[in-house]
């Protein structure tokens, strides 16, 4: 990061989660002026080493008037929007979605529309897409198959929609399958190289279901393409590797990285309806207006966070 980057002023929303926390940590390690929108009674594990580095402003997406007082009162220059409700199998509450996702993301875009900021990115999700047998491209029609998806989209659309009418350097990340440390706990490759850290059996679904495996190295990386992306207002830029690896690829190379005997039980549970045999991004356009792509194989990148998982058990038991 440059060090003329310190003299912005950013805002997460989202700040408690996977890859905002990991955002956070990257920006506060080089000395940002970082404010972070925290709901009330959020879980903070992954920001307890973090403390008096940031300013937290516990905030409800839903009070649009307390929203546009902080707003005022801090004047970000650059806005990242990671906040969301229906990404995990627990959140299942469809009104929640659409309070969270598409209102909560309209009061930001209205509190912060009087600040003359540098960048405003949204966070997409790659199942707006729905299932797709070819490599997922920014303009191809949207399918979502959930009412996450379903929201997610409609957040998206209405960020462009928002940059076009005000002329606002709004821009939409679309992340593909993020891990690495401080994933959330549950998850499967945490959940895997946890079993083969305790040398416990672990049941799975098909191993044939597919994933577009992004490291959140790489993730934040593209957060942080600042100058190249305020030139992009009311765009779309997928952010995956453009590879595919099956669930079995996966636990293989686990195996590998963790000289570790694994003890799975394939099939032992049920596919899930977002399952699919196919799922991978089209990075074609980030390469090109963003000058973007990633740089960490998926075997880098295990190792990388079983190395970290090691130091860090504790966490996810």
């Not at 440390?181 to 040398?199: C, K, N, Q």
Request: aromatic fraction near 10%; proline fraction near 3%; hydrophobic fraction near 40%.
């Amino acid at each position: 990061m440059r060090s003329a980057d310190k003299k912005r002023v950013y805002l997460i929303s989202g700040a408690s989660g996977f890859v905002g926390a990991c955002l956070l940590r990257r920006l506060v390690d080089s000395n940002a002026e970082v404010h972070v929108l925290l709901r009330p009674k959020y879980k903070g594990w992954r920001l307890e080493d973090l403390a008096g580095k940031y300013t937290a402003h516990t905030s409800d997406l839903s009070d649009a008037r307390e929203l546009t007082v902080l707003a005022e009162r801090i004047r970000p220059t650059v806005i990242y929007h990671l906040a969301a409700y229906g990404a995990y199998a627990a959140q299942n509450d469809a009104a929640q979605c659409i309070q969270t996702n598409v209102q909560g993301t309209w009061n930001l875009l209205k509190a912060t529309a009087g600040i003359e900021y540098e960048l405003f990115v949204n966070t997409g999700s790659s199942s707006e897409y729905g299932f797709k047998k070819a490599p997922m491209k920014e303009d191809d029609a949207l399918d979502p198959a959930s009412y996450y998806a379903v929201t997610k989209g409609a957040q998206t659309a209405l960020c462009r929609q928002f940059a076009r009418e005000y002329a606002k350097p709004v821009v939409t990340l679309r992340p593909f399958s993020v891990y690495g440390p401080y994933e959330e706990p549950g998850r499967f490759i945490p959940t895997l190289l946890l079993s083969l850290l305790l040398r416990r059996e672990m049941n799975l679904v098909s191993p044939d279901i597919r994933r577009d495996w992004i490291y959140i190295d790489d993730m934040i990386d593209a957060y942080l393409c600042i100058d190249r992306l305020k030139c992009h207002g009311g765009e779309v830029f997928n952010a995956g590797t453009g590879h595919q690896a099956s669930i079995r690829d996966v636990a293989e190379l686990a195996a590998v990285v963790t000289g570790e005997t694994p003890l799975y039980k394939w099939g032992a549970m049920q596919d899930r309806r977002w399952d699919t045999d196919f799922w991978v991004a089209d990075t074609t356009k980030a390469g090109h207006m963003l000058e973007w792509s990633s740089k960490v194989g998926l075997q880098d990148g295990l190792l990388r966070t079983w190395a970290w998982l090691k130091n860090n058990k504790h966490r996810y038991m």
